[in-house]
């Protein structure tokens, strides 16, 4: 790794971490680092100071909060995917983070790390939108809240401003009655998803009443697959889900790379909703 | 879930556990040891050149065209000279009257035209990452930073990216002589008979993506002058063909080179080169008086280091009705890049005398042209030209098959050479020494439980289950060992195909075996110590084998090709047997009898019919000693011998593959996969599966995964290992390998090599197996990598 020169700084608390990115626009905070440094090695990021925020204990944990868990910024993959409190109240985002990467990668990166890079091929912002998540962040000014849906703005682009630092992240609880399931289409088990489906469903009587979808890869930002998700209200096991997963890519505008064209994309959006839906309604 | 039959598999599994222990003579030959390497390759206790520092050592970065094609019209390397920790900067014009070209050493033909290739470029740049110009910095942060301060002018000039656009009339040029670097063509037999109302005609093109080699340690350098003399630590395969052709290329005299490979970290074909690099920084120490480093990130190797494959095969087959072959027309375009290196061209023409494969036929012909294109040169890579002619060959066998309604395996079978045929000349001219192609194909199907397989395929063909079942079939053989030098000079190949192996019995009866070969990750030392410690009787742990130095190993023709062993174990051997020749002499003196009457065994000579003896190790002091020699003999106990084979050894094997398609998404899961291998004799049976695994790894690799991708205007995009996709142990299915032994008869060991068997067979296996279970809705070909999209939209072009 040889990046351009940095310099380094490692507060101790989160008044002086908020100040050293306040007091210069072009540091960047340094998470689990599995983001920013490959920019850095490639010379693709060119930051000024790196603001380690890996001595603020205040940032890592998940803490039970009544309705909403609070997974902070800091908590490794590796941390959250085990950790028994988001297994049981929100498993969708334990579940999708054991698909991140590989060990290596879960034990550094961190969940407000993948958050904040905004990066729409991450698996997580995709979860955390489709759960209606509600990121939490701080400056000088003090603390601000940021519904998902307003969080990711843009390609690598979130709503944190100058001088802002994301606490974490507080994921409601939905309750009893929901299936979970993330499918994610991947080339290698190491590679980023082509597309991915994070879907929570609420089932009874053989109909599904409420479901919540999120794609990773759809577009510039995580998507929800809202046309999905109304056309899903009442909708019976089997062909009426089928019919509704066909709406999977309105509103989406993915890209093209290497790994799959846009209409290839789409195409696949369509049949892994099916999947992820059938999925969480315990109806494989 | 696999299929395989519980019994056969766990006897695989059993056979692979039982790794002998340390202890005892004798027997060592066939045993499963752990390799001695790997404690401390594992621990971290290697020697990577990028490990090792000099004095006063400095670091090398190169500045890298941006662009495909261009004429430099200015470099001015001024503002990097004056920053900080920077100690020089040069523009390739700095080092224009001595860098000389880069060797190409295999002119495969008359019409060959072989460019000036300077190391840095002077005044035109022919692909995206040649160097233009470098900085020589205290550390390599300053290094890289400086090298943002140079400045380079380019006057852009035309990409050249498809080979048959080169090819064609007005074609931009990437050298002045035309984008045509040779043409060749091999006839045996009446073609035009064979084809000549021929009942059945195949006519196929396939597309061999461009590969790059991944070796898991990237390229390093270090160069190091004592005012004297050069010694050059770089991570190469082949540090004695390097010290020659760093002598022709920069002037330095041969004997003021030295040039080591440390422990090296893989290379499959990527370090069998002469590189810019080390001409380079070789140069820079000369120039400087101090130790030079170079060591390369992964994206810059995936630039620069050469890549491989690339051709399109265009094959035909003629074949009555019963699909007994006539003749076979294969017409290859192979993409050499912008240059020639070591053996570029020479890798297309490995694979020619094997289209014809493991078939018997009436006509074949061969026909080549090599294509310059602006984009990073071609050479070897594992199984080099091998792989190509294997693949196309078992692709066309599979349509051809379905062509008549025939299983794929019974195709085969009626026109392979049948083991009692052996030796057999083929239509190609080799002649194949041994094999037994009934052997391991039974073997393979009672593995992998065909018959169960393809009820299975026609139960979901009928249900018309969304995912669909293929049965991959790929049986081949390959040319190893080499090589017969006669038959490399008649093939203009610019060195011999001999190898060299040195014993030395030290005075305490330990043994030193010097090779020329150079393993890079191939277990050399453990298998070298086997035949050693079967040969003279000592023990296992007491031999040391050093390699890789040439001011220690003082000949050598270095490892590609799958010839270390074939060549060079074989030479280690006839370097036992003399040293066993003096002991002999030796013993006889000492215990006062005629050297006939003593018998060798268990490392002791012994007077036949008396318990009078001396060890190999008495007799190494004696030797040592000197006290007592019988007339003529001198001093010490050491051996030299080389070895030239008079002929390739010829491995074969099935392969067959169980590969699930999912045809709502395109995706390919390998199910099963059983690899039934015959490599001859086998010296160490955890080495030789070690080979094959990652053989069929690597193969599979091209099948599904890996693509250098260039856009039309020569830009790399597949720089980064997120592009560029290599699978892990996870992406990979539980191989299932087991052997048939048919020793080859062209060397006394009967091995036959390893090290590419896999990679040759698996990628039509796959390719294959994908294509079989989609063949009932009308594809006949899908193109590798043979993605989810790839599949997905030929899916999609038959539903339209």
């Given at each position: 790794?040889?990046?351009?020169?940095?310099?380094?700084?490692?507060?101790?608390?989160?008044?002086?971490?908020?100040?050293?990115?306040?007091?210069?626009?072009?540091?960047?905070?340094?998470?689990?680092?599995?983001?920013?440094?490959?920019?850095?090695?490639?010379?693709?990021?060119?930051?000024?100071?790196?603001?380690?925020?890996g001595?603020?204990p205040e940032?890592?944990?998940?803490h039970?909060?009544?309705?909403?868990?609070?997974?902070?910024?800091?908590?490794?993959?590796?941390?959250?995917?085990?950790?028994?409190?988001v297994?049981?109240?929100?498993?969708?985002?334990?579940?999708t983070?054991?698909?991140?990467?590989?060990?290596?990668?879960?034990h550094?990166?961190?969940?407000g790390?993948?958050?904040?890079?905004a990066?729409?091929?991450?698996?997580?912002?995709?979860?955390v939108l489709?759960?209606?998540?509600?990121?939490?962040?701080?400056?000088?000014?003090?603390?601000?809240?940021?519904?998902?849906?307003?969080?990711f703005?843009?390609?690598?682009?979130?709503?944190?401003r100058?001088?802002?630092?994301?606490?974490?992240a507080r994921?409601?609880?939905?309750g009893?009655?929901w299936?979970?399931?993330?499918?994610?289409?991947?080339?290698?088990a190491?590679?980023?998803p082509?597309?991915?489906?994070?879907?929570?469903?609420?089932?009874?009587?053989?109909?599904?009443?409420?479901?919540?979808?999120?794609?990773?890869?759809?577009?510039?930002?995580?998507?929800?697959?809202?046309?999905?998700?109304?056309?899903?209200?009442?909708?019976?096991?089997?062909?009426?889900?089928r019919?509704?997963?066909?709406?999977?890519?309105?509103?989406?505008?993915?890209?093209?790379?290497?790994h799959?064209?846009?209409?290839?994309?789409?195409?696949?959006?369509?049949?892994?909703?099916?999947?992820?839906?059938?999925?969480?309604?315990?109806?494989p | 879930?696999?299929?395989?039959?519980?019994?056969?598999?766990?006897?695989q599994?059993?056979?692979?556990?039982?790794?002998?222990?340390?202890?005892g003579?004798?027997?060592?030959?066939?045993?499963?040891?752990r390799?001695?390497?790997?404690?401390?390759?594992?621990t971290?206790?290697?020697r990577?050149?990028?490990?090792?520092?000099?004095?006063?050592?400095?670091?090398?970065?190169?500045?890298?065209?941006?662009?495909?094609?261009?004429?430099?019209?200015?470099?001015d390397?001024?503002?990097?000279?004056?920053?900080?920790?920077?100690?020089?900067?040069?523009?390739?014009?700095?080092f224009?009257?001595e860098?000389?070209?880069?060797?190409?050493?295999?002119?495969?033909?008359?019409?060959?035209?072989?460019?000036?290739?300077?190391?840095?470029?002077?005044?035109?740049?022919?692909?995206?990452?040649?160097?233009?110009?470098c900085?020589?910095?205290?550390?390599?942060?300053?290094?890289?930073?400086?090298?943002?301060?140079?400045?380079?002018?380019?006057?852009?000039l035309?990409?050249?990216?498809d080979?048959?656009?080169?090819?064609?009339?007005?074609?931009?040029k990437v050298?002045?002589?035309?984008?045509?670097?040779?043409?060749?063509?091999?006839?045996?037999?009446?073609?035009?008979a064979a084809?000549?109302?021929?009942?059945v005609?195949?006519d196929?093109?396939?597309?061999q993506q461009?590969l790059?080699?991944?070796a898991?340690?990237?390229?390093?350098?270090?160069?190091?002058?004592d005012?004297?003399?050069?010694?050059?630590?770089t991570?190469?395969?082949i540090?004695?063909?390097?010290?020659?052709?760093?002598?022709v290329?920069?002037?330095?005299?041969?004997?003021?080179?030295?040039?080591?490979?440390?422990?090296?970290?893989?290379?499959?074909?990527?370090?069998?080169q002469?590189?810019?690099?080390?001409?380079?920084?070789?140069?820079?120490?000369?120039?400087?008086?101090?130790?030079?480093?170079?060591?390369?990130?992964?994206?810059?190797?995936?630039?620069?280091?050469?890549?491989?494959r690339?051709q399109?095969?265009?094959?035909?087959?003629?074949?009555?009705?019963?699909?007994?072959?006539?003749?076979?027309?294969?017409?290859?375009?192979a993409?050499?890049?912008?240059?020639?290196?070591?053996?570029t061209p020479?890798?297309?023409?490995?694979?020619?005398?094997l289209?014809?494969?493991?078939?018997?036929?009436?006509?074949?012909e061969f026909?080549?042209t090599?294509v310059?294109?602006?984009?990073?040169?071609?050479?070897?890579?594992?199984?080099?030209?091998?792989?190509?002619?294997?693949?196309?060959?078992?692709?066309?066998?599979?349509?051809?098959?379905?062509?008549?309604?025939?299983?794929?395996?019974?195709?085969r079978?009626?026109?392979?050479?049948?083991?009692?045929?052996?030796?057999?000349?083929?239509?190609?001219?080799?002649?194949?020494?041994?094999?037994?192609?009934?052997a391991?194909?039974?073997?393979?199907?009672?593995?992998?439980?065909?018959?169960?397989?393809?009820?299975?395929?026609?139960?979901?063909?009928?249900?018309?289950?969304?995912?669909?079942?293929?049965?991959?079939?790929?049986?081949?053989?390959?040319?190893?060992?080499?090589?017969?030098?006669?038959?490399?000079?008649?093939?203009?190949?610019?060195?011999?195909?001999?190898?060299?192996?040195?014993?030395r019995?030290?005075?305490?009866?330990?043994?030193?075996?010097?090779?020329?070969?150079s393993?890079?990750?191939?277990?050399?030392?453990?298998?070298?110590?086997?035949?050693?410690?079967?040969?003279?009787?000592?023990?296992?742990?007491?031999?040391?084998?050093?390699?890789?130095?040439?001011?220690?190993?003082?000949?050598?023709?270095?490892?590609y090709?799958?010839?270390?062993?074939?060549?060079?174990?074989?030479?280690?051997?006839?370097?036992?047997?003399?040293?066993?020749?003096?002991?002999?002499k030796?013993?006889?003196?000492l215990?006062?009898?005629?050297p006939e009457?003593?018998?060798?065994?268990?490392?002791?000579?012994?007077v036949?019919?008396?318990?009078?003896?001396?060890?190999?190790q008495?007799?190494?002091?004696?030797?040592?000693?000197?006290?007592?020699?019988?007339?003529?003999?001198?001093?010490?106990?050491?051996?030299?011998?080389?070895?030239?084979?008079?002929?390739?050894?010829?491995?074969?094997?099935?392969?067959?593959?169980a590969v699930?398609?999912?045809?709502?998404?395109?995706?390919?899961?390998?199910?099963?996969?059983v690899?039934?291998?015959d490599?001859?004799?086998?010296?160490?049976?955890?080495?030789?599966?070690?080979?094959?695994h990652?053989?069929?790894?690597?193969?599979?690799?091209?099948?599904?995964?890996?693509?250098?991708?260039?856009?039309?205007?020569?830009?790399?995009?597949?720089?980064?290992?997120?592009?560029y996709?290599?699978?892990?142990?996870?992406?990979?299915?539980?191989?299932v390998?087991?052997?048939?032994?048919?020793?080859?008869?062209s060397?006394?060991?009967?091995?036959?090599?390893v090290?590419?068997?896999?990679?040759?067979?698996?990628?039509?296996?796959?390719?294959?197996?994908?294509?079989?279970?989609?063949?009932?809705?009308?594809?006949?070909?899908?193109?590798?990598?043979?993605?989810?999209?790839?599949?997905?939209?030929?899916?999609?072009?038959?539903?339209?």
């Open positions: 790794m040889i990046p351009a020169t940095f310099d380094y700084v490692r507060p101790g608390s989160l008044d002086e971490a908020c100040q050293a990115l306040a007091s210069d626009e072009d540091a960047k905070a340094l998470a689990g680092g599995q983001s920013l440094l490959p920019l850095l090695r490639l010379r693709l990021a060119y930051p000024s100071t790196l603001v380690d925020l001595r603020l940032l890592t944990g998940v039970d909060r009544g309705d909403h868990v609070f997974i902070g910024a800091m908590t490794t993959h590796d941390e959250v995917m085990r950790s028994s409190l297994n049981s109240a929100c498993p969708l985002v334990a579940l983070t054991a698909t991140v990467a590989d060990p290596a990668v879960r550094r990166g961190t969940f790390g993948s958050l904040a890079h990066d729409p091929a991450a698996d997580l912002p995709a979860v489709a759960l209606d998540g509600v990121l939490v962040a701080r400056s000088a000014e003090g603390e601000r809240e940021i519904p998902a849906a307003e969080f703005v843009d390609y690598l682009e979130s709503a944190l100058p001088g802002e630092i994301l606490l974490g994921i409601p609880k939905l009893d009655g299936g979970y399931h993330y499918e994610k289409f991947h080339r290698t190491q590679a980023w082509i597309v991915g489906v994070a879907a929570a469903v609420r089932r009874s009587n053989g109909s599904i009443q409420e479901a919540r979808i999120g794609l990773t890869n759809m577009g510039p930002t995580p998507l929800r697959a809202r046309a999905v998700e109304s056309a899903l209200q009442g909708a019976e096991l089997g062909d009426q889900v019919q509704a997963c066909e709406q999977a890519a309105e509103g989406t505008s993915p890209s093209g790379d290497l799959a064209q846009p209409d290839y994309r789409r195409h696949l959006a369509r049949v892994l909703t099916h999947r992820a839906i059938r999925t969480a309604a315990g109806s | 879930m696999t299929e395989l039959d519980p019994g056969l598999v766990g006897e599994i059993a056979e692979s556990d039982q790794i002998s222990e340390p202890g003579t004798g027997g060592e030959i066939g045993r499963s040891r390799r001695k390497e790997d404690a401390r390759l594992l971290g206790h290697t990577w050149t990028d490990n090792l520092v000099q004095p006063g050592m400095l670091y090398v970065m190169f500045l890298r065209s941006p662009m495909a094609h261009a004429r430099i019209t200015r470099v390397v001024s503002g990097a000279r004056g920053l900080p920790g920077v100690f020089a900067a040069f523009s390739g014009q700095d224009a009257d860098q000389g070209s880069l060797p190409c050493a295999w002119p495969v033909s008359e019409d060959i035209v072989i460019p000036d290739h300077p190391p840095m470029a002077v005044s035109e740049v022919r692909y995206v990452g040649e160097a233009v110009a900085v020589v910095a205290t550390d390599r942060y300053r290094a890289a930073d400086a090298l943002e301060a140079i400045e380079v002018d380019y006057e852009p035309p990409a050249v990216v080979m048959n656009d080169a090819l064609t009339e007005g074609s931009p050298h002045e002589a035309g984008n045509q670097a040779f043409t060749a063509k091999i006839t045996s037999g009446d073609i035009e084809f000549r109302d021929a009942p005609l195949i196929r093109t396939y597309i461009r790059i080699p991944s898991m340690e990237p390229r390093a350098v270090l160069a190091s002058t005012g004297d003399g050069f010694t050059l630590w991570s190469t395969q540090p004695h063909v390097l010290r020659v052709m760093l002598a290329t920069t002037g330095i005299p041969e004997h003021k080179i030295r040039v080591v490979a440390p422990d090296v970290g893989g290379g499959f074909g990527s370090k069998l002469v590189t810019a690099e080390e001409v380079l920084c070789l140069l820079l120490t000369r120039r400087l008086g101090r130790p030079v480093k170079w060591t390369e990130s992964r994206s810059e190797g995936n630039l620069t280091v050469h890549h491989g690339d399109i095969q265009h094959i035909r087959v003629a074949a009555e009705s019963d699909g007994r072959i006539r003749g076979l027309q294969v017409d290859l375009l993409d050499m890049g912008a240059y020639l290196m070591l053996v020479g890798i297309p023409m490995l694979g020619a005398a289209y014809n494969a493991i078939y018997k036929m009436d006509a074949y026909g080549c090599g310059f294109t602006t984009k990073m040169p071609t050479d070897a890579y594992r199984g080099a030209g091998r792989p190509e002619a294997t693949y196309a060959i078992e692709r066309v066998m599979d349509e051809l098959a379905a062509e008549l309604g025939l299983d794929p395996v019974e195709v079978r009626r026109n392979w050479i049948r083991h009692e045929e052996f030796p057999y000349t083929t239509i190609a001219g080799l002649t194949y020494d041994s094999g037994n192609y009934e391991a194909t039974d073997r393979a199907m009672a593995l992998f439980g065909y018959d169960k397989l393809r009820a299975e395929q026609a139960d979901r063909r009928d249900r018309g289950d969304p995912v669909q079942l293929g049965i991959g079939v790929s049986i081949y053989t390959e040319m190893c060992g080499l090589a017969p030098s006669r038959l490399l000079g008649e093939s203009n190949y610019g060195a011999g195909g001999w190898e060299h192996g040195t014993i019995m030290l005075p305490t009866g330990k043994v030193e075996v010097i090779t020329g070969t393993p890079h990750g191939q277990g050399h030392v453990t298998a070298w110590s086997q035949i050693v410690a079967d040969t003279l009787g000592v023990p296992f742990e007491d031999i040391t084998v050093l390699h890789g130095d040439t001011a220690i190993s003082h000949k050598g023709m270095d490892t090709g799958s010839r270390s062993l074939v060549v060079g174990g074989v030479a280690v051997l006839q370097a036992c047997e003399k040293v066993k020749d003096k002991a002999r030796l013993a006889a003196h215990l006062e009898c005629s009457d003593l018998e060798f065994a268990e490392g002791a000579f012994q036949r019919g008396t318990d009078s003896r001396k060890t190999i008495e007799l190494a002091f004696a030797a040592f000693t000197a006290h007592s020699l019988p007339e003529g003999v001198e001093a010490g106990l050491d051996s030299d011998s080389t070895f030239d084979p008079d002929n390739y050894s010829f491995p074969h094997g099935t392969h067959l593959c699930e398609v999912d045809t709502e998404t395109g995706m390919s899961k390998i199910r099963s996969y690899a039934v291998d490599v001859g004799k086998v010296i160490n049976p955890l080495i030789v599966d070690g080979q094959v990652g053989g069929i790894a690597q193969g599979i690799a091209q099948a599904l995964y890996e693509e250098a991708v260039y856009d039309a205007e020569g830009n790399l995009l597949t720089t980064t290992m997120a592009d996709l290599l699978p892990s142990a996870a992406d990979l299915p539980t191989f390998t087991d052997r048939t032994e048919t020793p080859a008869t060397n006394p060991l009967g091995v036959k090599g090290g590419e068997a896999g990679t040759i067979a698996s990628t039509p296996a796959v390719v294959n197996a994908i294509v079989d279970a989609l063949r009932p809705r009308g594809i006949h070909d899908v193109q590798m990598p043979c993605t989810p999209e790839r599949v997905w939209r030929a899916l999609e072009g038959v539903r339209r």
